[in-house]
């Protein structure tokens, strides 16, 4: 592991002061010589927090475990190593007509990565979340066993280990069904919206209608323009390509600049471009699936454009009854504060349920916003916007944090007390020794003092 870095994506914190190989990991498990929090698994890197690293122990590198044992090019069934990444994935099924029923803003998380967070995309509304598409894997724990876990088979860790950010054991393997579809090409209608009330107007019929639904909203836009934004919507394309394209764009950030790039006034130049170029057609086009789902993996390493102290990236969920008052008074923070996004993202989730036990999404509304880390300022943002969603009756996503309070951890998933029963005492994180056992501890602290 030597010169390696395992950052997370925000690199807002430091990276991990340790790291190990599965192999070594899978040995000290078998053995029952695993000390307590001393392991978590770590993919790839695209956590944007401390989910994805451990200070008090070693993260183990998954990535070796890369391997595709088996497709079904009649059901869509296929079993993999969890280190594969869904870019590989997509490659592999792509030529059957079938790719992955939920994927995220990125191709290069791991297969583990995608089942511990339980992430989602943009079509929740039809498919729910990554975790809804599992039909099994194998977990290793500390016991020293291998346990089988699916609906059936040891259901609790099925549901505690899918949006259980590796705190339950290291997943070696798992079992996806994907869907078919006609092509991997997408038909993309962009809808320019005026504001937020056009939006919200539009969102619920977008999503009957289509596959895929996002919209991008010009934060930075204040006034009359205030909310404003493009509506994106997209179908697989009936005659289109069956071969996956190669995996990541042909720019990259080759070096860590020493200043954020992204300052507000080249953000407002390329909002007004942006919007300018993606909304001037209202015509559907057909295009290449790489560039409506992972148009950031284009430019590899972007992230260094936010400078050496990394970006923080916020997303909350609000119910759909508040997310008219809330959405709006979370972009007017944002502004206030002076600061700007350079992706903000919203769309509508849907009511499709989990099967996790800790799972983000929820039926509602969720805004996405990047910030460029200025220290105490920035903090005092994200904590307002805290508010304002947990206020809104919301939830704040835990795998794209690296600051929030226990409070707000809490509020955002009250039965979080069932995963930590369900967690390998030789596993944790820095965020849940940051929220959940922040919690546990002063939670027992009051009991003994009574």
């Known amino acids: 592991m030597a010169g390696e870095r395992f950052d997370s994506f925000g690199r807002a914190t430091p990276p991990a002061p340790h790291a190990i190989g599965v192999d070594d990991a899978i040995v000290l498990l078998k053995g029952g010589q695993a000390r307590q929090a001393s392991l978590l698994a770590y993919g790839n890197g695209r956590s944007y927090g401390d989910s994805c690293q451990n200070e008090a122990g070693a993260v183990v590198d998954m990535r070796p475990l890369n391997r595709i044992s088996s497709f079904n090019a009649e059901t869509g069934l296929l079993e993999a190593d969890t280190g594969v990444l869904l870019s590989d994935i997509i490659a592999h099924a792509a030529p059957y007509g079938f790719f992955p029923a939920v994927v995220p803003g990125t191709q290069f998380v791991t297969l583990g990565g995608a089942i511990a967070n339980d992430v989602h995309g943009k079509n929740h509304h039809r498919r729910g979340t990554f975790g809804c598409h599992v039909e099994s894997?194998?977990?290793?724990?500390?016991?020293?066993?291998?346990?089988?876990?699916?609906?059936?088979?040891?259901?609790?860790?099925?549901?505690?280990?899918?949006?259980?950010?590796?705190?339950?054991?290291?997943?070696?393997?798992?079992?996806?069904?994907?869907?078919?579809?006609?092509?991997?090409?997408?038909?993309?209608?962009?809808?320019?919206?005026?504001?937020?009330?056009?939006?919200?107007?539009?969102?619920?019929?977008?999503?009957?209608?289509?596959?895929?639904?996002?919209?991008?909203?010009?934060?930075?836009?204040?006034?009359?323009?205030?909310?404003?934004?493009l509506l994106f919507t997209g179908n697989h394309a009936e005659h289109g390509s069956h071969t996956a394209a190669r995996a990541g764009g042909n720019f990259a950030v080759p070096f860590q600049p020493p200043f954020n790039v992204l300052s507000r006034p080249f953000l407002s130049a390329f909002n007004a471009a942006y919007r300018w170029k993606k909304g001037r057609s209202a015509t559907p086009r057909q295009i290449g699936y790489q560039g409506f789902f992972f148009p950031l993996d284009g430019v590899r390493d972007w992230n260094r454009f936010y400078g050496p102290n990394g970006l923080f990236q916020h997303q909350s969920v609000v119910p759909e009854e508040a997310a008219r008052e809330a959405v709006p008074a979370l972009l007017a923070a944002a502004r206030r504060a002076g600061q700007g996004s350079f992706l903000t993202v919203?769309?509508?989730?849907?009511?499709?349920?989990?099967?996790?036990?800790?799972?983000?999404?929820?039926?509602?509304?969720?805004?996405?916003?990047?910030?460029?880390?200025?220290?105490?300022?920035?903090?005092?943002?994200?904590?307002?916007?805290?508010?304002?969603?947990?206020?809104?009756?919301?939830?704040?996503?835990?795998?794209?944090?690296?600051?929030?309070?226990?409070?707000?951890?809490?509020?955002?998933?009250?039965?979080?007390?069932?995963?930590?029963?369900?967690?390998?005492?030789?596993?944790?994180?820095?965020?849940?020794?940051?929220?959940?056992?922040?919690?546990?501890?002063?939670?027992?602290?009051?009991?003994?003092?009574?």
């Open 346 to 450: 919203l769309k509508r989730f849907g009511g499709v349920r989990s099967p996790a036990l800790l799972s983000f999404p929820r039926p509602g509304y969720t805004l996405t916003l990047d910030f460029p880390n200025r220290g105490a300022a920035t903090l005092a943002l994200l904590d307002e916007l805290d508010r304002i969603a947990i206020g809104a009756g919301g939830a704040v996503n835990p795998y794209k944090d690296a600051r929030m309070s226990a409070a707000t951890f809490a509020a955002s998933f009250p039965e979080w007390s069932r995963l930590e029963a369900q967690r390998d005492p030789a596993f944790m994180s820095g965020f849940w020794a940051r929220t959940a056992k922040d919690i546990d501890l002063r939670k027992r602290g009051a009991e003994a003092a009574e």
């Open 137 to 229: 894997f194998t977990l290793l724990r500390s016991d020293g066993r291998t346990y089988r876990c699916s609906a059936r088979d040891n259901p609790r860790l099925f549901r505690a280990t899918i949006g259980g950010m590796g705190l339950t054991g290291l997943i070696l393997s798992a079992s996806i069904r994907l869907m078919r579809v006609h092509s991997l090409d997408i038909i993309e209608k962009v809808t320019p919206f005026r504001d937020l009330g056009e939006f919200f107007d539009l969102a619920e019929a977008a999503d009957q209608a289509n596959e895929y639904a996002v919209a991008w909203i010009d934060q930075l836009a204040g006034g009359r323009g205030s909310g404003r934004g």
